[in-house]
């Protein structure tokens, strides 16, 4: 069965902290991963898309990883800010299908 | 571009009532998506649409549950009728047409309650 496994279920850090989310994924045949962040009350936006020949992709402050091998993706969020508070969810999408698979996401609260 | 629309942002409805919920996706997508989001389950998709037809609709929970896009701009999603299990968010979604890595880009979405 497709299934997208996040962890930790939620975390809270200090402003100014490093922080990294864990994502392993059981998909296939596998096209590619995508990192979302979600804020309260609103939809989710795109942050990274990798596809399996990709192994780091960066914007901004967020960096996510891929190692197609073991089947695990990893976020890593650098100075933290207030405005990171949210969920971020991490989805994949398998073959050529247009059909995405969602985590259940890890709760992230960056307090002052 | 207003990015995908989604209408109403919150519905209270008793058990038993029909309830539409409408989107609007980006003008010049071909794919439109319907999400359920849920604590317990998180984002499910139901449906979805390349060029207003219906591709898989494995994801719709039961009869209850119909879509339908009679046109390249506007969808809806019915419930009839509607259950207090039904309560949850409901995102619409949208991108364009070829290659793997089109981003599919989220309405506000639609917060359900049925009591």
């Known amino acids: 069965k497709n299934q997208v496994e996040q962890s930790p279920q939620s975390l809270i850090i200090l402003e100014g902290k490093n922080c990294t989310l864990q994502?392993?994924?059981?998909?296939?045949?596998?096209?590619?991963l995508r990192w979302y962040k979600q804020d309260t009350g609103r939809g989710p936006v795109s942050l990274t898309i990798?596809?399996?020949?990709?192994n780091t992709k960066s914007n901004g402050r967020y960096t996510a990883t891929l190692d197609a091998d073991t089947k695990q993706s990893s976020l890593h969020i650098t100075a933290s800010q207030l405005s990171d508070s949210a969920s971020y969810i991490c989805?994949?999408?398998?073959?050529?299908?247009?059909?995405?698979?969602f985590g259940t996401g890890t709760l992230l609260a960056v307090q002052p | 571009d207003a990015g995908v629309i989604q209408s109403p942002r919150h519905e209270v409805t008793e058990m038993g009532q029909e309830v539409t919920l409408r989107c609007k996706p980006i003008s010049g997508h071909d794919y439109l998506f319907w999400y359920r989001q849920t604590m317990m389950r998180g984002l499910e998709l139901l449906i979805y649409f390349n060029n207003n037809v219906p591709i898989d609709d494995s994801g719709m929970p039961e009869d209850r549950f119909s879509a339908k896009m009679p046109n390249a701009s506007f969808s809806t999603l019915k419930i009839q009728p509607s259950e207090p299990r039904d309560s949850a968010v409901y995102f619409c979604a949208s991108t364009p047409s070829g290659g793997a890595r089109n981003e599919q880009f989220f309405g506000p979405g639609t917060r359900l309650t049925v009591l």
């Open positions: 990798m596809t399996f020949s990709e």
């Open positions: 994502c392993n994924y059981t998909v296939s045949p596998f096209s590619n």
């Open positions: 989805v994949v999408k398998a073959g050529a299908t247009n059909k995405l698979i």
